[in-house]
Every structure is written in C-alpha cells, then in structure tokens.
C-alpha cells in the first residue's frame, strides 16, 4: 500500500555532503516514523537516523553533529542531510516507514529500495 522513492545518493569525496530524500505514496496510510538505515554486504543493517510525526529525532551516536533528518509532513517526504562524510560510511542507505494502523489499513512497516552513497578517500 506504500511506495518509497529514494533519491540523492552518489559518489562524494571525504569532507563531503549529500542529501538523501524519500517520497512516501499511496493510499490510506499515516505515517508514525520516517527513517533511515545503511547496509554493507556481511554487515547488519545499522540506523542511522529517524524522526516523527511530531519532529522527535533519534540519531546514531557516530553521526550526531554531523547529519541532520527532517521532513515534510504535507509531502510524505523525509531528508537526511550528511555533512563530513567519511570514506567508512560507505553503504546503501534505505528509507524505512512505519505506519499508524487506520480503520481501513494495518499498522507496518515499509523499506525502500535504496540508494548507494560512496564516499572516497
């Protein structure tokens, strides 16, 4: 019922930044939590960043002060801004949407396809 569409990702040198965005669509949905996760082959899929209908944020330790996620609850869009990109962070970044259940929808959870972000020395 949720289609996620993720943008923004590519090669950037170290010291770098990037903004990632996601596009929520579909029908009969409310969203409760927008985020993003990475992922390298034979690593476990790590948070990176989430945040709320009411604006409440959570970050990963490693990125605090250096990432910011917002979003646009009128569009179903969340954006992560990544500023001093180090070579390490390398991975595909994934949005993830949790949703309210509604009297004509369950309550879930999406993943995007996402989108690869490589970060050079």
């Known amino acids: 019922q949720v289609q996620l569409v993720e943008s923004g990702g590519g090669l950037v040198q170290a010291g770098g930044s990037l903004r990632l965005s996601c596009a929520a669509s579909g029908r009969a949905f409310r969203i409760k939590t927008m985020g993003w996760y990475r992922q390298t082959p034979g690593k476990q899929r790590e948070l990176v960043a989430t945040i709320t209908s009411t604006a409440t944020t959570t970050y990963a330790d490693s990125v605090k002060g250096r990432f910011t996620i917002s979003r646009d609850n009128a569009k179903n869009t969340v954006y992560l801004q990544m500023n001093s990109l180090e070579p390490e962070e390398t991975a595909v970044y994934y949005c993830?949407?949790?949703?309210?259940?509604?009297?004509?929808?369950?309550?879930?959870?999406?993943w995007g396809q996402g989108t690869q972000v490589t970060v050079s020395s």
């Open positions: 993830h949407v949790v949703l309210w259940g509604t009297i004509v929808t369950m309550g879930g959870d999406y």
